[in-house]
């Protein structure tokens, strides 16, 4: 099976398969991301190395546990025959003290011939920011934390 749009990437189908990374985390659904990659997909988050599809649902379950309130925006900042490189924002309430973070980081991306993500490799630094400096998609995070949807 295949998830278009597939490498070799141009300047559209690269901005496709970014948006589409950008919609799936903001769902904050572990599930459907891992679908996203290959089922030994390699990633490097941070300062944690791990492997597979299993993997990723557990790390992003307890990041969404500590990270509440997510929103993310990605853009696309270069790309090649099956790579992706993406700047990124998001940000989060940390579920134990309260403190409002933006975090700015940078993805390298590999695919397989299928448009799966085979490699995932991330750096990002946490900004502490007060509720009001919130400026990625205020409104929709506000409806959830009023509708007492937790992240």
């Known amino acids: 099976m295949q998830r278009p749009p597939l490498p070799p990437f141009n300047y559209e189908s690269a901005r496709t398969k970014v948006q589409a990374a950008e919609d799936a985390w903001n769902s904050r659904d572990p599930a459907r991301i891992a679908q996203a990659y290959t089922p030994d997909s390699i990633w490097r988050n941070r300062d944690q190395f791990f492997q597979g599809r299993e993997a990723i649902e557990i790390f992003l379950k307890d990041k969404w546990k500590k990270e509440l309130h997510y929103r993310l925006m990605k853009e696309l900042w270069a790309y090649s025959d099956n790579r992706i490189s993406v700047r990124f924002e ?54 959830s934390s009023e509708s007492g949807a937790l992240a």
Do not use: L, V
């Open 90 to 143: 998001y940000e989060w309430q940390h579920a134990e003290t309260g403190q409002w973070f933006r975090t700015h980081g940078n993805e390298h991306w590999e695919f397989d011939a299928d448009g799966y993500m085979q490699r995932r490799d991330m750096s990002a630094n946490d900004i502490p920011i007060t509720s009001c400096d919130r400026r990625i998609d205020r409104e929709t995070t506000k409806s």
